[in-house]
Nanobody, 124 residues
Framework: QVQLVESGGGLVQAGGSLRLSCAASGRTFSNYAMGWFRRAPGKEREFVARISRSGEAIYYADSVKGRFTIARDNAKNTVYLQMNSLKPEDTAVYYC?????????????????WGQGTQVTVSS
């Protein structure tokens, strides 16, 4: 079992920044890849970013590339999502997820464990 707890969400004005954190427990953190997804009101859940076990392989959705940065600290069992230049369309509930079998994926069904989500609201 892996437990994931997100934090860091909130209300921010367009152009602002937030840093989300996802604290993991239950298994050796460095043994699984991590991803961030989001679900906006009335929309499907979508891939945001993913990072491999070691942190060497990183991928982003085109919509956030150049604005968001994913990172992990295996010593702290935590993955981060630094979000800069936020736009109203970034408003969503953000979820972190753990992929125990692969080096990471953009497909939600490939992830084994999910956090409860943290709300990010960007005002115009």
């Amino acid at each position: 079992q892996v437990q994931l707890v997100e934090s860091g969400g909130g209300l921010v004005q367009a152009g602002g920044s937030l840093r989300l954190s996802c604290a993991a427990s239950g298994r050796t953190f460095s043994n699984y890849a991590m991803g961030w997804f989001r679900r906006a009101p009335g929309k499907e859940r979508e891939f945001v970013a993913r990072i491999s076990r070691s942190g060497e392989a990183i991928y982003y959705a085109d919509s956030v590339k150049g604005r968001f940065t994913i990172a992990r600290d295996n010593a702290k069992n935590t993955v981060y999502l630094q979000m800069n230049s936020l736009k109203p369309e970034d408003t969503a509930v953000y979820y972190c997820a753990a992929d125990l079998a692969r080096s990471g994926s953009r497909y939600a069904n490939d992830y084994n464990y999910w956090g409860q989500g943290t709300q990010v609201t960007v005002s115009s």
